[in-house]
């Protein structure tokens, strides 16, 4: 009878599991709206496809985002099949192997930014991802004060900048804001200061690395660089010693929209956040491209989020499926009209109703179109520690932008040597 009822019951098992829907699994973070929006875009794609999906919500946090992916990915695991990335991951991932090529599923990446494919989607000749919406550094100002103290246009030069900075820092001050300051920018030691960095790197010429990928860190173009991001503090004190010690991306952007500042560099999420009716500075701020040491020559820093299909899922056709539904102009769309993003389709920046939603659309589309990634290697993150901390000490006055950069260069070209120049 044991026997019986054992056979019955492992049969009874085996077949009502067969017979279950297999379900995608998606991995996916970010605020509480966020995540309750993708639960409705896979609502509408399970309604449309037949296709059931079930959301694995991760943290908030993006250091604990990414340790759970590579978790299930080094454990080979067949969930997720699909999950959001940072950009600044990508290539760490898809050098393990981790991630599937997803050109043979008829995916085409064509509408999206050509530079951001080629920089940060693209692996050993495949493109193993696409954005789902993109980020860049962006220069944020008081057009009001801009107004009342005679200048018609934002700057297009870092001088230009510091000038303008300087003139109406010391008039606000006169006039009662002791708390006033010229420009704000991210400069304590986290990846902020790394963004930062590139972006004056590059608008001087410079960059982390060559086109080979051999370090360059140490350029005359990367010391100049940074010696005018000290000099900002230092010199001509535009910018407050705050920036070194605790300045990010919300330090920054909650004392500019407290009224007590006249420019800063920030991501595309602080406009949402300046034009609300409770801030101080609602309708009087305006975005433009980052300047750079010559006009036209300034350069933003490649941020955003893309979607990408596990090596080791087993639902690799339905995976596919999901990723072209995230990626269509109607997905796209209603993400930048319900949530604010910024689309990795370049169609949608010319659609009416999300210009008319986001007016500042056609700028950050040019300003995506250069931006500059951060460096696409597998031991990227420790390359972003060294500099942390070099360009940190640089900044605090504590050493000089040559030695922090020599030091830096030194350093880097031990890690490469130590996980090798892949």
Not at 192 to 208: K, M, P, R, T, V
Not at 234 to 241: D, L
Not at 283 to 309: D, N, R, Y
Not at 401 to 414: C, F, G, N, T
């Amino acid at each position: 009878m044991k026997k019986v009822l054992f056979f019955v019951l492992s049969a009874f098992l085996f077949f009502t599991g067969c017979s279950r829907t297999p379900k995608l699994t998606f991995m996916v973070g970010g605020a509480p709206n966020e995540v309750q929006y993708w639960k409705q875009v896979i609502a509408d794609f399970e309604t449309k496809t037949g296709i059931k999906v079930t959301l694995l919500e991760q943290s908030g946090k993006t250091e604990q985002r990414l340790q759970s992916i590579q978790v299930a990915l080094r454990g080979s695991q067949p969930d997720p099949d699909i999950m959001l990335l940072d950009v600044g991951w990508i290539g760490q991932i898809a050098s393990a192997g981790w991630l599937e090529s997803l050109g043979e599923y008829g995916i085409d990446p064509t509408p999206f930014f050509g530079g951001i494919i080629t920089l940060a989607d693209t692996f050993d000749g495949k493109f193993i991802a696409l954005p789902v919406y993109v980020d860049g550094g962006l220069l944020y100002y008081r057009s009001d004060l801009l107004a009342k103290y005679g200048y018609a246009n934002p700057p297009a030069t870092w001088q230009e900048l510091v000038d303008m900075g300087l003139k109406i820092q010391d008039g606000e001050r006169k006039a009662g804001n002791t708390n006033f300051v010229g420009f704000l920018w991210q400069g304590d030691k986290y990846e902020g200061l790394i963004c930062d960095a590139l972006e004056y790197f590059a608008s001087a010429g410079g960059n982390f690395l060559d086109q080979t990928g051999a370090p360059i860190i140490n350029s005359e173009a990367n010391i100049k660089a940074l010696q005018f991001m000290v000099d900002l503090i230092h010199t001509y004190k535009v910018s407050p010693e705050s920036v070194y010690t605790e300045m990010n991306e919300e330090g920054v952007r909650e004392y500019f929209q407290a009224g007590n500042a006249m420019f800063e560099r920030n991501w595309p999420y602080a406009w949402g956040l300046h034009s609300k009716d409770d801030s101080p500075v609602k309708g009087k701020v305006g975005i433009a491209p980052l300047p750079g040491f010559e006009a036209g020559k300034g350069a933003s820093t490649l941020g955003g989020w893309h979607i990408a299909v596990s090596k080791y899922s087993d639902m690799k056709k339905e995976a596919a499926e999901f990723v072209k539904y995230v990626t269509s102009f109607e997905v796209q769309k209603a993400l930048s009209m319900e949530l604010g993003w910024n689309p990795g389709r370049m169609d949608v920046y010319k659609d009416a109703e999300v210009i008319a939603k986001n007016p500042n659309l056609p700028i950050l589309r040019e300003v995506f179109i250069n931006a500059v990634p951060r460096p696409s290697l597998p031991y990227y993150t420790a390359i972003s520690d060294v500099l942390q901390a070099q360009i940190n000490e640089a900044l605090s006055g504590k050493i000089s932008p040559k030695a922090a950069l020599d030091s830096a260069q030194e350093k880097v070209i031990m890690i490469i040597k130590e996980y090798g120049n892949k």
